[in-house]
């Protein structure tokens, strides 16, 4: 497939959910490779559901830092945490929690400011647990000297490489061992792979890859949204699933880079615009998008 790079424009500027507004000094001075800006996210960002395994109990207050969304409300908590450059480090309990979602925005905004390509994938990681593609989200960014774009894991840390048991370079994440949601409906349809091994928590099946594929059709347009967040044409059970919708939003959101106007048109649809209030699922209560 022949790559259109003037599309690449529309991820190569912080904009909306990635826009650092009044803190975008704090991204002056930072690396400009995605491998050192993962570094410089990883020593700043604490995973909710894995702080454990740095010794670190969340109090109710250290929870409710996963429900930012934009990239500037991060910002703010983590130099109200501690008001030091974003190069230094932070012990672990004084660092701003999040998830996977919350890293892969944090990077891709630092990315952009560097004038990268880059973009958030919604998908799931085969790496976390055997026999099972676990809802997650990663940095895709543009290698403009090898011409092709690169998935990079900006939540791995040497600790979780080491907890996860992960072989491969986390900067450059092979396409097996993580899906972009809308591969994952494509496996599934040809019969390749069973929804139920697609999960998050105790939760399985069909209609959380079909939220994804939205979710991830969303990111594409510079809508970032929590893993959380519900909205238009998501459902929590199959039965309500439009198969045929979906799958066109999977092919779509497969291969964004075929045709841009068909990817912004997908997005255009009410089922998928992001509105001006969404559902918290895990809050249990329609919050508004800033």
């Known amino acids: 497939m022949t790559l259109d790079t003037s599309a690449l424009e529309a991820w190569r500027h912080p904009v909306a959910m990635s826009d ?4 975008a000094a704090l991204f002056d001075g930072l690396p400009d490779d995605a491998g050192g800006l993962a570094e ?12 454990s395994a740095y010794g670190l109990t969340l109090t109710p207050e250290q929870h409710a830092e996963a429900h930012a969304r934009a990239v500037g409300d991060i910002l703010d908590g983590i130099v109200g ?5 974003l190069t230094a480090q932070r012990p672990v309990e004084a660092r701003q929690v999040g998830v996977c979602r919350h890293f892969t925005l944090l990077h891709v905004a630092m990315l952009r400011s560097r004038g990268i390509a880059a973009r958030a994938r919604c998908g799931f990681g085969a790496y976390f647990v055997k026999d099972m593609f676990i809802d997650h989200w990663v940095t895709e960014y543009f290698d403009e000297a090898a011409r092709r774009w690169v998935l ?6 040497a600790r979780q490489r080491e907890l996860f048991k992960v072989t491969f370079d986390p ?9 972009v949601a809308g591969e994952a409906r494509q496996r599934c349809r040809d019969g390749k792979a069973e929804p139920k091994a697609f999960a998050i928590l105790d939760m399985s099946g069909l209609w959380l ?19 959380w967040d519900a909205w238009g044409g998501m459902s929590r059970t199959d039965d309500e699933i439009d198969l045929g919708f979906i799958d066109r939003l999977a092919g779509v959101s497969r291969a964004p880079d075929a045709d841009s106007q068909a990817l912004r048109s997908a997005y255009d649809d009410l089922r998928v615009v992001v509105p001006a209030t969404v559902f918290n699922a895990v809050l249990g209560r329609p919050e508004p998008v800033s």
């Open 171 to 179: 900067l450059d994440v092979p396409r097996e061992q993580f899906l």
């Open 20 to 23: 650092a507004g009044a803190r």
């Open 209 to 227: 890859i079909a939220g994804n594929v939205i979710r991830d059709v969303a990111a594409l347009n510079n809508r970032e949204m929590l893993p």
């Open 81 to 85: 945490h501690d008001p030091r450059p």
């Open 152 to 157: 990079v894991d900006a939540q791995l840390d």
């Open 40 to 51: 410089v996210v990883q020593g700043v960002m604490m995973h909710q559901h894995i702080a």
